[in-house]
């Protein structure tokens, strides 16, 4: 026997094929080859598929970063440039109406001494029998107590 037809002459179980089958069984492998190819081919482009996405994924994040870097360097020119014109519009204005920049060697400064009166905010009450004070119980009318006592402290320090 050959060695042709003793690999070919088996079926998967071992046993001897019929003539006819031997077609039948090659055409099977044929098409479980076919099938394991397909199935690596499409296994090896969608992992590089999944590679281009990563890649694309990555550069999307970076030109976000520079996007939200760039929006953020254009807010400080704009602020910048408020300053700028701030600035350039005070003295503008300045000069039509006739001032003229000072020059520090030329401004005389004078330091005016004020006597500070020494006012008492309160003063203790004389030596009195303590009596004690009726206070209104309601939450308005210690609000109003308040209030008063406030108005003057306030009117006092005026």
Do not use: E
Not at 98 to 124: E, H
Request: aromatic letters at 6%; a neutral charge; glycine letters at 8%.
């Amino acid at each position: 026997m050959s060695i042709h037809r003793a690999t070919h002459g088996f079926g998967a179980s071992g046993i001897a094929a019929a003539p006819g089958q031997q077609g039948q069984s090659a055409g099977t492998v044929i098409l479980f080859i076919a099938a394991v190819l397909v199935a690596g081919i499409t296994c090896i482009l969608y992992l590089w598929q999944q590679g281009q996405i990563v890649a694309t994924q990555q550069d999307i994040r970076t030109l976000d970063a520079r996007y939200t870097a760039l929006l953020s360097q254009k807010g400080d020119l704009a602020a910048q440039l408020s300053h700028v014109n701030a600035v350039a519009n005070v003295v503008a204005q300045a000069s039509k109406a006739g001032m003229v920049m000072g020059d520090s060697r030329l401004l005389k400064t004078v330091d005016v001494a004020v006597p500070v009166p020494n006012m008492l905010v309160a003063q203790a009450p004389p030596a009195a029998p303590k009596q004690s004070v009726a206070l209104p119980s309601t939450n308005a009318a210690i609000t109003s107590w308040w209030q008063d006592a406030w108005d003057g402290v306030f009117n006092l320090l005026q």
